[in-house]
């Protein structure tokens, strides 16, 4: 199988975003609920459509990819996350990059460093 060149490929954007009041919440439990949110906000055609995709999370610090063209749609399911595990939480987008490197290096002061090789 031929891999796409990079002009007819979809092109992505990465919010950059902290979870505040969410000290101990784990990986699994914020991407449950950010697909929960989805489902509910924008049904399950409207969530694949965005392409959410949660690169990478610690302390309560994470990168979130989607499509361009859904940018204002992955904001609104990400500002729907209310709580976790009956934790009160709010996600407060730092910032929106082209590229995971601008994400972290931008608005999360490179205290991460996403590797692809760690996806799931």
């Given amino acids: 199988m031929k891999i796409l ?14 979870l505040i009041g969410g000290e101990g919440v784990e990986r699994s439990d914020l991407l449950r609920e950010i697909f929960s ?11 694949s459509e965005c392409d ?15 499509i361009r ?3 204002d749609m992955t904001r ?6 209310t709580s976790i595990n009956g ?9 929106i990059s082209g ?4 994400a972290t290096n931008k608005y999360l002061e490179g205290c991460m460093v996403y590797n692809p090789e760690q996806e799931p």
């Fill in 99 to 102: 590229t995971v490197h601008g």
């Fill in 37 to 47: 949110c989805a489902g509910a906000l924008i049904g399950d055609k409207g969530s």
């Fill in 5 to 18: 060149p990079p002009t007819q490929r979809t092109s992505k954007r990465y919010f950059a975003f902290e």
């Fill in 76 to 81: 609104a399911v990400l500002a729907s996350v």
């Fill in 69 to 71: 063209e859904r940018v």
């Fill in 52 to 66: 959410i995709r949660l690169l990478d999370f610690e302390d309560s610090k994470g990168v979130v990819r989607c």
């Fill in 87 to 95: 934790k009160p939480v709010m996600v407060h987008v730092l910032g």
